[in-house]
């Protein structure tokens, strides 16, 4: 694989002093959106930002009291490895109430995050040139994250037509004897894509007939399902494929708390092994404290839960509708998670207010962050555009307002 030269995206040259795998690290667009608007809003202007994917709710008051317990208890020392045994419990008790997912102490860890969880799997099983099969759009981390550790992604393409759900020969046409890992992940970050149980059944068969690969079902938006969808878990659907499967979760989006660094995984308890080794090299663990707090979330009462999605679902409507009134812009009921992804391929080719010319929806994105301090991100950056991903986890005004001006930008194209 070309680490050095240009190569595919994501791939680059090494600052001089630097290592060969930073190359690999671009910066998330998502990030680098979010620094745009954080410099215009240090200019003095008023800056709608759409472009991270964070609850806007606090963090339940009683999560908040637990972790203030356990630090007054002395939870303050370095915790096992994997997790607290007392949280490590709460998790396999969701598991099997919210999932039908029976997992032992072995088969469960704990990590800073989802994404550590992300991290670890892949540290402990990439070599270079294994492939990473990732439906796309994506969420960015994970083709990046492959990279780092010489994998190479292969995009399983979801189509709009579909709603953005995974197709079984779309998933089957991007896997080979060399994929390490199928990444699933519904409801899904970017798109809002929630999978079928039919489809989930059909995507299993294909999963048969490669049985060198583990299998990423990245769960972490599963409360936030709209209109009667229902989610379903990947080890559930299938039980003869869940010594495969690594079903990832967090309190991050669930709980609205994106700042404690909860994430965990549940797999076969010998992946869970190597995973906790590299974890113990890398971090000895996960804040004591923080753990004691999901493990009062995840324990605490189901219907803080169900009032956040509620008020995701009627934002989302509000938004999506907003955004069709507007002349070329499309727009998708996404089913789940919290975003809404507008089509624009028929703003392009035109020229903003400011005399910009917008050729891609990147374009689109900095001249509408520059001119009407919009933030939001292109869907290129997710692997598919002419998009924009726009984050409806913020307040009504807000969003009111943001639809407002993308509709004033639109409509000042020439
Ligand atoms: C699809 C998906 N998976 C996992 C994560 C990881 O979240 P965290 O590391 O906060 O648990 C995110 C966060 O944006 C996400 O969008």
Redesign the pocket.
């Known amino acids: 694989m070309n680490v050095t030269g240009t190569g595919p995206a994501g791939v680059g040259v090494a600052e001089p002093g630097f290592a060969a795998r930073t190359a690999r690290l671009d910066s998330p667009a998502t990030i680098a959106m979010a620094v745009r608007a954080r410099a215009l809003r240090a200019e003095g202007h008023q800056v709608l930002s759409l472009a991270l994917?964070e609850p806007d709710f606090a963090t339940p008051h009683a999560v908040i009291e637990a972790a203030h317990r356990a630090a007054l208890d002395g939870q303050t020392k370095y915790p096992p490895v994997d997790g607290t045994p007392a949280l490590k419990a709460a998790i396999a008790r969701k598991f099997e109430r919210e999932n039908g997912l029976a997992y032992t102490p072995a088969e469960l860890m704990v990590s800073n995050?989802?994404?550590?969880v992300?991290f670890n799997a892949f540290m402990a099983t990439i070599d270079a040139g294994d492939e990473i099969v990732i439906p796309s759009p994506y969420?960015v981390?994970y083709p990046l994250a492959a990279r780092l550790f010489g994998g190479v992604p292969v995009f399983a393409a979801c189509r709009e037509e579909d709603g953005f759900r995974l197709t079984a020969p779309a998933l089957e046409a991007a896997l080979s004897p060399r994929t390490r890992w199928v990444v699933l992940?519904f409801p899904?970050?970017p798109t809002g894509a929630v999978v079928t149980l039919a489809d989930l059944e059909a995507i299993s068969e294909v999963l048969r007939r490669y049985p060198q690969a583990w299998i990423l079902s990245?769960e972490?938006?599963e409360h936030l399902v709209f209109d009667g969808a229902r989610h379903h878990s990947l080890a559930a659907v299938a039980p003869d494929l869940k010594s495969r499967i690594l079903t990832?979760n967090?309190?991050?989006?669930s709980y609205a708390m994106?700042g404690w660094?909860?994430?965990y995984g549940g797999g076969p308890a010998r992946l869970i092994r190597m995973m906790t080794r590299v974890q113990g090299n890398a971090t000895s663990g996960v804040c004591s404290i923080a753990q004691a707090a999901a493990a009062a979330a995840l324990d605490g009462p189901a219907g803080l839960v169900a009032e956040m999605r509620d008020t995701y679902a009627r934002r989302r409507a509000m938004v999506v509708e907003s955004l069709r009134a507007i002349p070329g812009v499309t727009c998708a009921m996404p089913q789940g998670a919290f975003y809404a992804y507008p089509g624009i391929a028929g703003c392009l080719g035109k020229t903003s207010q400011g005399g910009r010319m917008l050729r891609t929806d990147e374009d689109f994105a900095i001249a509408l962050l520059d001119e009407q301090h919009v933030a939001c991100v292109q869907g290129s950056a997710f692997g598919k555009g002419p998009y924009l991903r726009l984050s409806c986890a913020t307040d009504d005004e807000t969003l009111r307002e943001a639809c407002a001006r993308i509709a004033t930008f639109v409509a000042g194209l020439g």
């Open positions: 994917g995050g989802g994404k550590q992300i969420w981390s992940n899904n970050n990245d972490i938006y990832l967090g309190v991050s989006k994106t660094r909860i994430g």
